[in-house]
């Protein structure tokens, strides 16, 4: 459920010959996402190693992002100006183009063309349409059923040549970029945001969790200036947050999952991979629905299991 062909570890080793299972959600999906099946249930387990990244936050409804992503563009293109989009190559643009085209389709936004300028997403894109059979049958069912696919409409482009991909800061009509890396700290993003930050007419929508010290995360704070390359930049662009794209599990996910387990046999929790105030308030979290015990683990510890 968190990306394509993602997965969770059950391991099983004999202690003192009684069987000792420890579970690792690593990125833990959600359930209502585009393309993607809802996680499936993970067997008892003694112990679980899980991840935290949202583990003081939730998220937006997934039903609402459509909507919202539709006005963003028609706003920007209101005014003549792209809506640049910082987006993970795998999944997270997958999940925008798969929206775009029912948007297009359906008439909700005009008719401007929509750039992926990213080459590892160019690829991730060709593995997405080699593997229909890991989709989400109810929401997908439509696009699979007609011979282009969901990652193929009429205004979309894929941009692989360097070359191509500098032609599109010369544009001067509205379009969308959704473009690398995610966290705007490298990839062909960081061109466009240069080109694109001071031009009050662009928006530049944000789509996924931007880490601390990131240009996304300036970003993302709505900072008057960022540094780009070294010089700062003012921001004269709209920036329009939204939360519910996120492929990493929100508190109250976390929760479902964690107590969908069995309770008679998980004996600790394990918190990883989350800034601590979010461990913190999803340890909390977790007691309150009666979890047994919780544990934040510190990067390298080393942890005894019986």
């Not at 750039?115 to 989709?135: K, L, N, Q, W």
């Amino acid at each position: 459920g968190h990306i394509l062909g993602s997965a969770m570890a059950r391991l099983e080793v004999q202690n003192d010959g009684e069987p000792l299972v420890v579970g690792f959600t690593g990125d833990l999906g959600r359930k209502n996402m585009p393309i993607l099946r809802d996680p499936d249930p993970l067997p008892a387990v003694d112990y679980l190693v899980c991840e935290s990244t949202y583990g003081d936050r939730l998220h937006d409804d997934m039903s609402l992002a459509e909507s919202e992503l539709a006005q963003v563009i028609n706003d920007a293109a209101s005014r003549g100006g792209r809506v640049i989009i910082p987006a993970f190559a795998v999944e997270r643009t997958q999940e925008l183009i798969f929206l775009l085209h029912r948007l297009h389709d359906a008439g909700r936004i005009p008719p401007i063309p929509v750039y992926v300028d990213s080459p590892m997403a160019v690829s991730a894109t060709g593995i997405f349409r080699a593997h229909g059979e890991c989709f989400d049958t109810d929401v997908c069912s439509g696009f699979l059923e007609c011979a282009s696919g969901p990652f193929t409409f009429d205004s979309l482009h894929y941009i692989s040549d360097p070359e191509e991909s500098k032609k599109l800061n010369d544009l001067h009509m509205p379009c969308v970029i959704i473009s690398a890396s995610g966290m705007c700290e490298a990839g062909r993003i960081v061109h466009h945001l240069l080109h694109g930050v001071g031009d009050p007419r662009n928006t530049i929508l944000i789509v996924g969790f931007m880490a601390a010290n990131t240009l996304g995360r300036a970003l993302a704070d709505k900072r008057p200036e960022v540094k780009i390359f070294g010089q700062l930049h003012e921001v004269k662009a709209r920036v329009k947050i939204l939360n519910a794209f996120s492929a990493h599990a929100d508190y109250r996910e976390i929760g479902e999952f964690v107590t969908s387990l069995d309770q008679t046999r998980l004996k600790k929790v394990f918190l990883v991979h989350g800034e601590p105030s979010a461990q913190t308030h999803l340890r909390e979290h977790l007691l309150g629905l009666g979890v047994r015990s919780v544990e934040i683990l510190k990067h390298g510890e080393a942890v005894t299991l019986v």
